[in-house]
């Protein structure tokens, strides 16, 4: 519990130097959160099915960018976009997810590092794709999605037609009532969904499945000697990790409204781990509410330290610094003290 | 007509024999005892019946199994608790996280269909907890258990585990034989008694039991009947009432050793104590030595028997300062720092772990590199001197090699092959030679001959026993097949929960053994 | 053709075929190949300490050293401070190194106690706490009281620049030692001699009593043990080894590119060194010399020839999507092998 405390202390002092409106701060980090949770919420499984921080959730977000290029070559936008962006990744991730799972299957004690890497080899394949294939092996019919030379994705594709979909899907505006005018600013529609999520999720913990999975990751052995397929429950959790992940970077980039092909998806991984860990979980137990808690603190982390940076050192530079320090710094944190645990709960000679 | 039938069943580990034509059955409601020393085959032959994946992984088995008549082939623990087996372990099968609900129901959860089961499959129906609770109350209450069922199995003590345990496999609707693996060793001795009392009410259910213990007291106490196996074979399978505790121990352990009982006379034992430990403690997990005293004579063999777990295997480790240790050391005279292996080696004492793949090779290092570290880290031998620099001395390195690989008759495809792919015994004659290069005057040897075939265990033991004679080394040589321990030893200690038991010589009776190794008073067995 | 890739190795076999058909359409496409060969050099030699950072790691049992930019940390602010007090030359690189070599045996030490502490998840573990100290660094960067204007922003801005120029200090010196022509191709006989040396340090120190009590820690911790071995003192020394291997390394490679990198350039250091030396076919557990030059070799010929090749017959970015890809394939590759097999 130690952690948030530590890192609420470090938000409300920070805040301090920002001298940012309360008002502006909360807007900031209602918009925040309903656009990382579910990414944050995709990492769930795979610690309690005793694979660890799950860094290849970032093919899971290529996926879901795959997904937004299409309906993007077929401009089609607006609420269908994203649904079918939705359905469109589902198929893609659940491939990636389980090829990862496949691997990681055969890296047992290696995962994070193993998914690590994965996440980087799977980013080459990817450029590989989209900048030497689209246009020649793949046709584009969109040509704006091209680069000048006619062969490979732009670097930035304009997400304007799905811009807000689900942010924005109950168009509160048309109602003439102050209320709901005011309830039109947020984007109600992606809470509701995230909140489906974690309601899903929830469900699923509490199903046979779910059950498998716990006694998956608490035991391998005991798991397998009550028959319990351990090698299928562990892919399936990472295909449903891969899958979360993929509809949470839609909904990331529906809220941006544009996506850098070759960079949004590179973060999504380190971004998602450390919000978790920020929220006291661990590499072996995570719940929807470190989940919650953890996005919270890390992102108004994010929000303040540059003006916080400014303000303290004079320095914008610093806070920037500091917030990928952050990031970093708490997974490293985790990870040590973690294997730390390890060593402990040993007996001694006294004992005998 | 019998339960189960076991038919001629045999089974190879590589190179090795470990069952060999072993057939016996056992009748509805009925306590059957298993009884066999270490390494006797009890464990293949479980792991057999229960469908472990380690059988199919190694080549299956030989031999029919029939369950009520019917043809039984396990292929996986599924396809056993289908039929109605039931096991449980040695260790505790148990999530320590889950709670005894959980437990008991793991992987047999009681679920209700939902909407989204109904699209995705079964596996996503909901966890009928009420149920699983009810079942888990009903099976624990069948043990005369009354305890909470939603109390997590973390920290609950060790009796209680077992209990839950058999509550587990008795929840099993068609349950009809439950296999207990050595199920009193963890219980205290109240526990352990109204273990037995439970035992005895399950038979009455009609559910046989097979019962896998070494307290042979117990065994006599509560089975009808009794089958007892050494060396992968069958020796008896008899009716308790028929048979004394005296009678069992004998057979387990007896065997025609062929005395070729090494010309005594020309080895000389002295009166001087070589090693002297006094109230020796080691914390090796699993082989406790809790208080040892021991003498050791300068140019004997010591043998040091056991069954598994009691600490024998703990001595040397501990001597060695390979695993945490509290006492008195004397060698010679001089006392020994203890948790120090370095000082160990220094005093001129040599160690073959019994773990020799783990803690005796370095698998990925050739052979002459394996057989020259040693001497080289401790002793500084195989260097030359550059200046400062002490660098490895290859051509020295390479002719000692070529000795050890001609003397011990090491099959290898030269001194450069790494030593992961060499056979079980030419692995253990690599780390004798490894032993042998620090010319040590005590050598302490644990489990030389396991997973070993028959032929080069006999090469070991002889190779031994030349040490000894031609160099006289003094032997203390550790290890779970008593029959090499007679073979070979002067005298042989026998310890039980991780103290030394008795010390007989190796002619002393069969019965003799057996009763010590099960923990019986000396006095008891000298009478 | 089966026996030949088991007894190059499958990673290799397949770079090596690939290379062939790099240098086939380098060719074809009339690519000078001694302009090739001279960069191959030159990028050999830029490199290989770095790869050579990687094999005390590995024997001494931490595996991978993911925290290579522990080390680069060091070895960038030893330049640092020989161009503050402007020194230039051989006097220039020898006093970096100096600096250099000496923070990075205090850090390694401290870094090797922590590994210490967490046996089993040295490679995550170190690849964060890298993470981590690159980007406290890049704060240290921003404050560093550093005053000669060839590292700090000429005006505006804070703290040191991105890329310092070295065309004034240390550029070339090794590069240009003793340097001759076979042909046209160039020959850096300075920074080929210079990693020679450490090479040969590193194999004299792999055959003495102490280099070996460290491999033999590493490669069976419980055998050392039992063998007298303090095995968390093997670990600690391979780690500052590796750490001090780093330092140097990334003043040679600075010399060679003629600037030093600054900022969040050290970040991802660790993965073409560790791909490296597993392309050259070392295990997790097992690495030796002939790793490094057979690893860097190919390694470094893939991206020198890959570069030109590609864009001619496609995008820039290309050569850049290669390393990407092989490198982290390499490492992929070594994660999920089982012990005991070869790379």
Redesign the interface.
Same mark, same amino acid.
């Given at each position: 519990m130690i952690v948030p405390i530590v890192f609420l202390v470090i938000c409300i002092v920070g805040s301090f130097f920002t001298g940012l409106p309360g008002g502006f701060l909360v807007n900031e980090m209602i918009v925040r959160l309903s656009r990382n949770l579910i990414l944050v919420l995709s990492l769930l499984l795979p610690v309690i099915t005793g694979l660890g921080l799950n860094f290849a959730i970032t093919l899971g977000a290529m996926a879901g960018q795959i997904a937004l290029i299409i309906i993007t070559n077929f401009t089609i936008g607006g609420t269908n976009g994203l649904l079918l962006s939705l359905l469109l990744s589902t198929p893609f991730a659940i491939i990636f997810g389980f090829i990862v799972g496949k #691997?990681l299957n055969?890296?047992t004690?290696?995962e994070?590092?193993?998914s690590?890497?994965?996440g980087?080899?799977a980013?080459?394949?990817y450029?590989?794709v989209f900048?030497?294939m689209a246009g020649t092996v793949f046709p584009i019919r969109n040509e704006s999605l091209l680069?000048p030379?006619g062969?490979?994705i732009k670097n930035t594709v304009d997400l304007a037609g799905i811009k807000y979909s689900l942010d924005h899907l109950i168009p509160f505006d048309k109602i003439d009532l102050p209320f709901f005018q005011w309830l039109s600013e947020y984007p109600v529609c992606t809470f509701l969904f995230t909140l489906l999520i974690f309601i899903l999720m929830g469900y699923f913990l509490k199903t046979k499945l779910g059950q498998d999975m716990r006694a998956v990751g608490q035991n391998v052995e005991v798991a397998a000697v009550s028959g319990i397929n351990v090698e299928k429950t562990r892919v399936i959790s990472v295909v449903i990790s891969t899958v979360l992940a993929a509809w949470g970077q839609i909904i990331f980039l529906q809220n941006i409204g544009t996506m850098n092909t070759y960079g949004s998806h590179v973060q999504v991984g380190l971004f998602a781990v450390a919000s978790l860990l920020v929220g006291g979980a661990t590499v072996e137990k995570a719940s929807w509410k470190e989940a919650l808690i953890g996005t919270f603190l890390f992102h108004f982390l994010f929000v303040i330290s540059p003006l916080a940076g400014q303000n303290l !050192?004079g320095?914008a530079?610093?806070g920037e610094?500091?917030r990928? !320090?952050i990031?970093?710094?708490v997974?490293?944190l985790a990870?040590?003290l973690?294997?730390?645990e390890? $060593?402990k709960a040993k007996i001694t000679i006294s004992d005998i | 007509m019998d339960l189960l039938q076991m038919k001629n069943i045999s089974k190879n580990f590589a190179e090795n024999r470990v069952l060999n034509d072993v057939s016996f059955s056992i009748k509805e409601g009925e306590v059957h005892g298993l009884v066999g020393e270490n390494g006797a085959g009890k464990s293949t032959l479980m792991n057999i019946l229960f469908g472990m994946p380690v059988i199919q992984s190694t080549g299956g088995y030989e031999g029919e199994i029939h369950i009520n008549g019917k043809t039984f082939n396990p292929t996986s623990p599924d396809n056993a608790m289908d039929a109605g087996i039931g096991m449980v372990h040695q260790e505790f099968m148990l999530i320590p996280g889950f709670t005894i609900t959980e437990n008991i129901k793991l992987n047999r959860e009681k679920t209700t269909p939902t909407f989204l089961s109904k699209i995705f499959g079964k596996r996503l129906e909901k966890l009928d907890l009420k149920s699983m609770a009810k079942d888990a109350k009903a099976a624990l209450k069948k043990l005369d258990m009354d305890i909470d069922e939603y109390v997590p199995v973390a920290g609950l003590p060790v009796g209680y585990m077992q209990f839950i345990e058999i509550a587990r496999e008795i929840d099993k609707t068609q349950l009809k034989l439950l296999i207990l693996d050595e199920p009193t060793a963890v219980l205290t001795e109240s526990e352990a008694t109204r273990f037995l009392e439970v035992i005895k009410k399950l038979s009455n259910l009609g559910i046989a039991i097979l019962f896998i213990s070494h307290r042979l007291d117990e065994i006599k106490k509560i089975t009808d009947s009794i089958t007892i196996i050494r060396d992968g074979e069958v020796v008896k399978t008899i009716n308790t009432d028929d048979i004394e505790i005296n009678e069992i121990a004998g057979l387990m352990v007896g065997r025609e050793i062929e005395l070729s009982q090494k010309e005594k006379d020309e080895r000389k034992i002295e009166d001087e104590d070589i090693l002297d430990i006094k109230n020796l403690k080691v914390n090796m997990p699993g082989e406790l030595v809790k208080g040892l005293n021991l003498t050791v004579k300068k140019g004997e063999i010591l043998g040091i028997g056991g069954l598994a777990g009691q600490g024998k295997i703990g001595i040397a480790n501990g001597i *060695?300062g =390979?695993y945490e240790a509290s006492g008195t050391i004397i060698k010679q005279g001089k006392k020994l720092l203890l948790n +120090?292996?370095? /000082?160990?080696?220094?005093s001129s004492i040599a160690?073959l772990?019994e $773990?020799r793949r783990?803690?005796?090779?370095? =698998? $990925?290092?050739s052979i002459e590199f394996n057989i020259a570290?040693?001497s080289? /880290?401790?002793q500084?031998k195989f260097?030359k001197k550059i200046g400062s620099?002490?660098?490895?001395d290859s051509k020295a390195v390479r002719k000692h090699a070529l000795k050890m690989i001609e003397d011990l008759d090491i099959r290898c495809t030269g001194p450069k092959q790494n030593t992961?792919h060499l056979s079980g015994g030419n692995q253990q004659k690599v780390c004798i030679a490894r032993a042998l290069t620090l010319e040590p005057d005590l050598l302490l040897v644990s489990e030389p001959t396991r997973g070993i075939d028959i032929g080069a265990k006999n090469l070991v033991l002889d190779t031994l026993i030349s040490l000894n004679k031609e160099f006289g080394v003094t032997i203390i040589i550790t290890s779970s097949e008593l029959g090499e321990l007679r073979q070979i030893s002067d005298r042989i200690a026998i310890i039980y929960d991780g103290k030394v038991a008795g010390i007989l010589p190796p002619n002393a009776s069969d019965v003799d053994f057996g009763l010590l190794m099960a923990g019986e008073d000396i006095e008891k067995v000298v009478d | 053709m089966k026996e030949l890739i088991n007894k190059v190795g499958f990673p290799r076999f397949i770079i090596s075929v690939f290379l062939i058909c790099l240098i086939m359409l380098a060719i074809y496409l009339k690519i000078p190949l001694s302009g090739l060969i001279s960069d191959i050099l030159v990028r050999f030699g830029m490199n290989a300490i770095l790869v050579l950072a990687m094999i005390p790691g590995i024997q001494s049992g931490i595996g991978l050293n993911?925290n290579i930019p522990l080390g680069i940390i060091f070895g960038l602010i030893g330049a640092l401070i020989s161009i503050e007090f402007q020194l230039s030359g051989f006097t220039g690189l020898f006093v970096s190194i100096i600096i250099a070599v000496s923070l990075a045996i205090i850090a390694g030490y401290f870094y090797g106690k922590?590994l210490n502490?967490?046996?089993?998840?040295e490679?995550?573990?170190g690849?964060?706490?890298g993470?981590?100290i690159?980007?406290?660094m890049?704060?240290f960067w921003?404050?560093a009281p550093f005053t000669s204007p060839e590292l700090i922003w000429a005006y505006g801005g +804070?703290?040191l620049r991105v890329t310092v120029s070295l065309e004034s200090s240390i550029a070339h010196v090794l590069n240009d030692f003793w340097h001759f022509y076979i042909g046209s191709v160039r020959i850096p006989t300075g920074l080929l001699l210079f990693f020679g040396f450490c090479a040969f340090i590193i194999w004299?120190y792999s055959?003495?009593?102490?280099g070996?009590?460290m491999i033999?820690a590493g490669?069976?911790p419980? !055998?050392a043990?039992? +063998?007298?071995?303090n095995v968390d003192k093997q670990r600690i020394k391979g780690t500052i080894i590796s750490t001090v291997l780093a330092a140097i390394g990334i003043i040679i490679y600075s010399q060679a590119f003629g600037f030093l990198q600054l900022y969040n350039a050290p970040l991802y250091s660790a993965?073409p060194a560790a791909a490296a030396i597993l392309i050259g076919g070392a295990t997790l557990?097992?690495a030796t010399i002939i790793h490094v030059l057979v690893g860097t070799v190919l390694f470094q010929s893939l991206l020198v020839v890959a570069l030109p090749v590609v864009n001619i017959v496609? /995008?820039g970015? *290309?050569s850049e999507? #290669?390393r990407?890809?092989v490198s +982290?394939?390499i490492?992929?590759y070594a994660?999920?092998r089982k012990e005991?097999e070869l790379a």
């Amino acid at each position: 519990m130690i952690v948030p405390i530590v890192f609420l202390v470090i938000c409300i002092v920070g805040s301090f130097f920002t001298g940012l409106p309360g008002g502006f701060l909360v807007n900031e980090m209602i918009v925040r959160l309903s656009r990382n949770l579910i990414l944050v919420l995709s990492l769930l499984l795979p610690v309690i099915t005793g694979l660890g921080l799950n860094f290849a959730i970032t093919l899971g977000a290529m996926a879901g960018q795959i997904a937004l290029i299409i309906i993007t070559n077929f401009t089609i936008g607006g609420t269908n976009g994203l649904l079918l962006s939705l359905l469109l990744s589902t198929p893609f991730a659940i491939i990636f997810g389980f090829i990862v799972g496949k #691997i990681l299957n055969k890296a047992t004690g290696k995962e994070m590092i193993t998914s690590m890497v994965l996440g980087f080899f799977a980013n080459g394949i990817y450029q590989l794709v989209f900048l030497l294939m689209a246009g020649t092996v793949f046709p584009i019919r969109n040509e704006s999605l091209l680069l000048p030379s006619g062969v490979g994705i732009k670097n930035t594709v304009d997400l304007a037609g799905i811009k807000y979909s689900l942010d924005h899907l109950i168009p509160f505006d048309k109602i003439d009532l102050p209320f709901f005018q005011w309830l039109s600013e947020y984007p109600v529609c992606t809470f509701l969904f995230t909140l489906l999520i974690f309601i899903l999720m929830g469900y699923f913990l509490k199903t046979k499945l779910g059950q498998d999975m716990r006694a998956v990751g608490q035991n391998v052995e005991v798991a397998a000697v009550s028959g319990i397929n351990v090698e299928k429950t562990r892919v399936i959790s990472v295909v449903i990790s891969t899958v979360l992940a993929a509809w949470g970077q839609i909904i990331f980039l529906q809220n941006i409204g544009t996506m850098n092909t070759y960079g949004s998806h590179v973060q999504v991984g380190l971004f998602a781990v450390a919000s978790l860990l920020v929220g006291g979980a661990t590499v072996e137990k995570a719940s929807w509410k470190e989940a919650l808690i953890g996005t919270f603190l890390f992102h108004f982390l994010f929000v303040i330290s540059p003006l916080a940076g400014q303000n303290l !050192f004079g320095n914008a530079q610093i806070g920037e610094y500091f917030r990928v !320090f952050i990031a970093y710094g708490v997974i490293g944190l985790a990870l040590v003290l973690h294997a730390w645990e390890k $060593d402990k709960a040993k007996i001694t000679i006294s004992d005998i | 007509m019998d339960l189960l039938q076991m038919k001629n069943i045999s089974k190879n580990f590589a190179e090795n024999r470990v069952l060999n034509d072993v057939s016996f059955s056992i009748k509805e409601g009925e306590v059957h005892g298993l009884v066999g020393e270490n390494g006797a085959g009890k464990s293949t032959l479980m792991n057999i019946l229960f469908g472990m994946p380690v059988i199919q992984s190694t080549g299956g088995y030989e031999g029919e199994i029939h369950i009520n008549g019917k043809t039984f082939n396990p292929t996986s623990p599924d396809n056993a608790m289908d039929a109605g087996i039931g096991m449980v372990h040695q260790e505790f099968m148990l999530i320590p996280g889950f709670t005894i609900t959980e437990n008991i129901k793991l992987n047999r959860e009681k679920t209700t269909p939902t909407f989204l089961s109904k699209i995705f499959g079964k596996r996503l129906e909901k966890l009928d907890l009420k149920s699983m609770a009810k079942d888990a109350k009903a099976a624990l209450k069948k043990l005369d258990m009354d305890i909470d069922e939603y109390v997590p199995v973390a920290g609950l003590p060790v009796g209680y585990m077992q209990f839950i345990e058999i509550a587990r496999e008795i929840d099993k609707t068609q349950l009809k034989l439950l296999i207990l693996d050595e199920p009193t060793a963890v219980l205290t001795e109240s526990e352990a008694t109204r273990f037995l009392e439970v035992i005895k009410k399950l038979s009455n259910l009609g559910i046989a039991i097979l019962f896998i213990s070494h307290r042979l007291d117990e065994i006599k106490k509560i089975t009808d009947s009794i089958t007892i196996i050494r060396d992968g074979e069958v020796v008896k399978t008899i009716n308790t009432d028929d048979i004394e505790i005296n009678e069992i121990a004998g057979l387990m352990v007896g065997r025609e050793i062929e005395l070729s009982q090494k010309e005594k006379d020309e080895r000389k034992i002295e009166d001087e104590d070589i090693l002297d430990i006094k109230n020796l403690k080691v914390n090796m997990p699993g082989e406790l030595v809790k208080g040892l005293n021991l003498t050791v004579k300068k140019g004997e063999i010591l043998g040091i028997g056991g069954l598994a777990g009691q600490g024998k295997i703990g001595i040397a480790n501990g001597i *060695m300062g =390979l695993y945490e240790a509290s006492g008195t050391i004397i060698k010679q005279g001089k006392k020994l720092l203890l948790n +120090n292996p370095k /000082e160990a080696l220094h005093s001129s004492i040599a160690f073959l772990s019994e $773990d020799r793949r783990g803690v005796g090779l370095l =698998l $990925d290092h050739s052979i002459e590199f394996n057989i020259a570290f040693s001497s080289l /880290e401790v002793q500084g031998k195989f260097l030359k001197k550059i200046g400062s620099l002490k660098l490895i001395d290859s051509k020295a390195v390479r002719k000692h090699a070529l000795k050890m690989i001609e003397d011990l008759d090491i099959r290898c495809t030269g001194p450069k092959q790494n030593t992961r792919h060499l056979s079980g015994g030419n692995q253990q004659k690599v780390c004798i030679a490894r032993a042998l290069t620090l010319e040590p005057d005590l050598l302490l040897v644990s489990e030389p001959t396991r997973g070993i075939d028959i032929g080069a265990k006999n090469l070991v033991l002889d190779t031994l026993i030349s040490l000894n004679k031609e160099f006289g080394v003094t032997i203390i040589i550790t290890s779970s097949e008593l029959g090499e321990l007679r073979q070979i030893s002067d005298r042989i200690a026998i310890i039980y929960d991780g103290k030394v038991a008795g010390i007989l010589p190796p002619n002393a009776s069969d019965v003799d053994f057996g009763l010590l190794m099960a923990g019986e008073d000396i006095e008891k067995v000298v009478d | 053709m089966k026996e030949l890739i088991n007894k190059v190795g499958f990673p290799r076999f397949i770079i090596s075929v690939f290379l062939i058909c790099l240098i086939m359409l380098a060719i074809y496409l009339k690519i000078p190949l001694s302009g090739l060969i001279s960069d191959i050099l030159v990028r050999f030699g830029m490199n290989a300490i770095l790869v050579l950072a990687m094999i005390p790691g590995i024997q001494s049992g931490i595996g991978l050293n993911f925290n290579i930019p522990l080390g680069i940390i060091f070895g960038l602010i030893g330049a640092l401070i020989s161009i503050e007090f402007q020194l230039s030359g051989f006097t220039g690189l020898f006093v970096s190194i100096i600096i250099a070599v000496s923070l990075a045996i205090i850090a390694g030490y401290f870094y090797g106690k922590m590994l210490n502490k967490i046996k089993g998840d040295e490679m995550t573990v170190g690849n964060y706490v890298g993470y981590s100290i690159v980007s406290v660094m890049c704060i240290f960067w921003l404050v560093a009281p550093f005053t000669s204007p060839e590292l700090i922003w000429a005006y505006g801005g +804070n703290g040191l620049r991105v890329t310092v120029s070295l065309e004034s200090s240390i550029a070339h010196v090794l590069n240009d030692f003793w340097h001759f022509y076979i042909g046209s191709v160039r020959i850096p006989t300075g920074l080929l001699l210079f990693f020679g040396f450490c090479a040969f340090i590193i194999w004299i120190y792999s055959r003495s009593s102490k280099g070996l009590s460290m491999i033999v820690a590493g490669s069976n911790p419980q !055998f050392a043990i039992s +063998n007298g071995i303090n095995v968390d003192k093997q670990r600690i020394k391979g780690t500052i080894i590796s750490t001090v291997l780093a330092a140097i390394g990334i003043i040679i490679y600075s010399q060679a590119f003629g600037f030093l990198q600054l900022y969040n350039a050290p970040l991802y250091s660790a993965m073409p060194a560790a791909a490296a030396i597993l392309i050259g076919g070392a295990t997790l557990k097992k690495a030796t010399i002939i790793h490094v030059l057979v690893g860097t070799v190919l390694f470094q010929s893939l991206l020198v020839v890959a570069l030109p090749v590609v864009n001619i017959v496609a /995008e820039g970015s *290309m050569s850049e999507v #290669i390393r990407t890809i092989v490198s +982290n394939g390499i490492i992929l590759y070594a994660l999920t092998r089982k012990e005991g097999e070869l790379a």
